[in-house]
Structures are given as C-alpha cells and as structure tokens.
C-alpha cells in the first residue's frame, strides 16, 4: 500500500507545495533509503530476538509515523516522515518468514505466491480510497484512513505466533511444542509422534555468514537481482503514474513540429500541475489487476520449472515489455502493456521473496531477506529518478535503461548455484 499511496498522492502534494520532478521522486526515494537502512537492522534483530516481536514492532512504527505524516506542515516534514515509514514497512518481510517456516515443503510454492492477492487488495483499495477522498476532502484524509487496516492488524497480533523453527534453533523447544500443540488443536488433529531435536548450537544472526564460502556466490547473486526486480517494479509503478499524469504516451513523443498548436505556461513549468481524473484512476486499477495476472502460471513456473529457470524466464519476459512501451499505440495498448508490466514484474517479486526464504538456514534467515531487502531499496531508490525524471527528457533511455537491468537479472537468476525446489528447509549452516 505504502508506494501505492507515494503514487496517487504526489500529484496533489505537487501542486500544493510547487514541487518539481526531483522532489517528487525524493519522497519515494527517501521511502527505501528508510526501508534499506531499517532492513538490516530489523533482519538481525529477528534472528536473535524472534520474527513475531520484531513483526509487531514494525507495524507500530509504520503505522504512528503514517499517522504524523498527514498532519505534515511542509515538504521537508513531509519526506522525512515517510522516511520514517519506510523504516516501519522494512519489517514486514517478518511476516513471510513466519510464514515460510511453517509451511510444509510440498506447499511453499503454492501458499506463498497467494500472498500476493492481499498485495493487490491492499493497492486497490488506495487507489479505490484515492478516487473518491482525493478530490473531496484531500490527501492528508487519504494517509489517515489508509493508516486504518495497519491499527487493526496491531490488535490481532496475539493469534499470530513466534516461528516455532526460530524458538527451536534457540533451544526453547517448550515454547516451540506449545505453539505446534496449539496449531494442532486449532486443526482438530494429533500432534505427531517423537519428540522436537534441538539442533547444534550455533550464534545468530551474523552477517559474516552471509559471505562464507557455502553461500557467498549465492549472496551475491541474489542481492543482484533483488536490486534489479525492485528498480523494474517500482519503476513500473512509478512509471504508470507518471504517464498517466504527464500523458507521455505516444502523442507526447510526437516531436513539436508535427504537433503545432500553442504550449501553455503551465505545462512549461517544472512545478506543473495536473491532479488525476477518474480515467487515470481506472487504468492505475486495471494495471494493478495485472499483479495477479499471471499468478498461476506464476504458481506452475515456480512447481515444475523450479525457481531459478521460472525467475529467469519472468525477468527475460519483463526486458521485453519495457522495450514494447516504446511503441506508438492507443492509451488502451498502453494500459495493456503496463497489465502486462505489472504481472510480470509482480512474478519476479513473487519468486525471489520465495527462493530467498528457502535457501538460508533458519539461524540467518531473516538477516539473509533483511540484507537482501536493503540492497533491493538501493534499485527502489534509484528507480524515481528514472521514471520521474529521466523518462521526461529520455522516454527509450529510460525503457532500454530499465530492460538491461532485467536482462542481467535473468542472467543472474539462471545461474544461481542453489535450486530450492522440493528442498526442505535447513536449520543451521
């Protein structure tokens, strides 16, 4: 919801503060400089003191700090409350962990890619709220009732329990047997028979494990392509917005002597100023729809291509896409290229989010997505610049600039050394 939100209310702050295209890409930017900073340190924290703690910690901070941010009395208050925010959102990957460290192997492949159906309910409904609050009672009304489903979540955080694999790796194997007796009664069956084994013991958290020799090419790579995947999807989101509301489609690459007429001052300006109309919002809606698109195929790609081959054919598939934007076609064309952007990039997501969890040991875990969600906001704060910014001057430099990153991305993810399809997950190094 958060980069959503970024998308539907920088046009209004445009206006009410006169900001120009830099300034508006700073806000998201300045989001994952938050969120990369926070994810590390979040990650480590996860691994010595537990996921669900850290979990709960986050969604109080987001949701305090996106409280404040609509009372925000200038820009600089602005940015550097959502700044805030961005450190709060860092920690929800905790919740995919807990996730991931409770589903059985047969179903990992399965369960976690249907996450992404709340994503989308999540978007659409800031882009359902956007189109009504926006133009009547003002942004400031949006950032607070989109504050709303966060409060609420807080205050069931009691049904959701600690990662019985963490409390196992820790040696409590008491808090671990509760947890699975309850998820047993809860189910109407009989615990299995045996007894939990407490692994060896082995320190947490530590990010020189990262880089030993059993996982450094693989650190590596991954954090290579979680780079590249939120540069495309953001830059996909960012992307849609903005042509949406600058209308660079085909008309606007028209070069100025075959579309003679006069310029106004207004779309002269830096600080422009073009609020969306109730079609920009439909197309944003019928984009985000695309995020679920290709969710079974995603599913199938992921359970019988394995990860690797099914990431390297999303993001080869996604280089493709950006270079099709290039082509002259109606503002229906367009809306079906960014569909088809939107699936694809949100396959990507689903995969990596996916491969991540399963390849590292559960005592480095969540600093393995912590880091590897870090390196990814350096591709997210990078991508405004490019959407915002470069697309205005360089509409194909932007385009070909966004299909390279891909390519290397597929690149990277054919040739990862770990495939962690049907692999149980593994508790220490």
């Known amino acids: ?11 209004l702050i445009r206006c009410e503060w006169q900001l120009q295209d830099w300034q508006v890409a700073l806000v998201t930017t300045m989001v ?16 010595r003191y537990g996921r669900w703690k850290i979990l709960l910690f986050s969604f109080l901070w987001g949701a305090y700090f996106s409280l404040l941010t609509s009372f925000a009395p200038s820009y600089i208050w602005f940015v550097f409350l959502r700044t805030m925010v961005g450190g709060g959102v860092s920690g929800h990957a905790q919740g995919l962990i807990i996730k991931t460290e409770f589903l059985p192997t047969k179903y990992r492949g399965y369960m976690l890619p249907l996450s992404q159906v709340f994503w989308l309910a999540g978007s659409l409904l800031i882009i359902g709220l956007a189109s009504v609050v926006n133009p009547t009672i003002g942004w400031r009304w949006l950032i607070r009732i989109a504050s709303i489903p966060g409060i609420i979540l807080i ?3 009691k049904f ?10 820790t040696g409590n194997n008491a808090a671990a047997l509760a947890t699975l007796q309850r998820i047993a009664k ?6 299995p028979e045996g007894v939990l084994q407490e692994p060896p013991k082995e320190r947490r958290g530590r990010f020189k494990d990262l880089l030993h020799p059993k996982y450094l090419r693989t650190t590596l790579q991954i954090w290579i392509i979680w780079l590249g995947i939120a540069f495309a999807y953001y830059g996909v989101i960012l992307a849609s917005a903005e042509l949406l509301e600058r209308d660079l489609g085909c008309t606007s690459r028209t070069p100025l002597s075959e579309n003679p007429g006069p310029v106004s001052e207004e779309s002269r300006s830096p ?16 984009s985000t729809v695309g995020e679920i698109a290709l969710n079974p195929l995603n599913i199938l790609g992921i359970n019988f291509l394995g990860r690797r081959l099914s990431l390297c054919i999303t993001m080869g ?5 950006f270079l099709l934007l290039n082509i002259c076609t109606s503002s229906a064309g367009m809306t079906g290229f960014l569909f088809m952007l939107r699936a694809l990039v949100s396959a990507n997501f689903n995969t990596i989010y996916i491969y991540t969890a399963e390849v590292y040991p559960t005592t480095m875990r969540a600093l393995g997505m912590g ?3 870090s390196l990814c906001r350096v591709g997210a704060m990078v991508a405004p610049f490019i959407s915002q910014v470069l697309m205005s001057a360089s509409f194909l430099g932007a385009l070909c600039l966004f299909s390279s990153v891909c390519v290397v991305c597929a690149i990277s993810a054919f040739t990862l050394p770990i495939e962690t399809k049907g692999r149980a997950l593994q508790q220490v190094k």
């Not at 600080?271 to 019928?286: E, V």
């Open 1 to 11: 919801m958060e980069i959503m939100l970024i998308a539907v209310v920088s046009p």
């Open 32 to 47: 994952f400089f938050g969120y990369m900073v926070f994810s590390i340190v979040l990650g480590l924290l996860a691994d």
């Open 155 to 157: 205050m069931v955080f």
């Open 160 to 169: 959701i329990p600690e990662s019985a694999r963490y409390n196992v790796s």
């Open 186 to 191: 809860m189910n109407r069956t009989a615990m």
């Open 271 to 286: 600080c422009y100023c073009r609020p969306f109309g109730p079609s920009a919002y439909w197309t944003m809606i019928i």
């Open 317 to 321: 598939c996604t280089a493709l896409f």
């Open 371 to 373: 880091t590897s969600g």
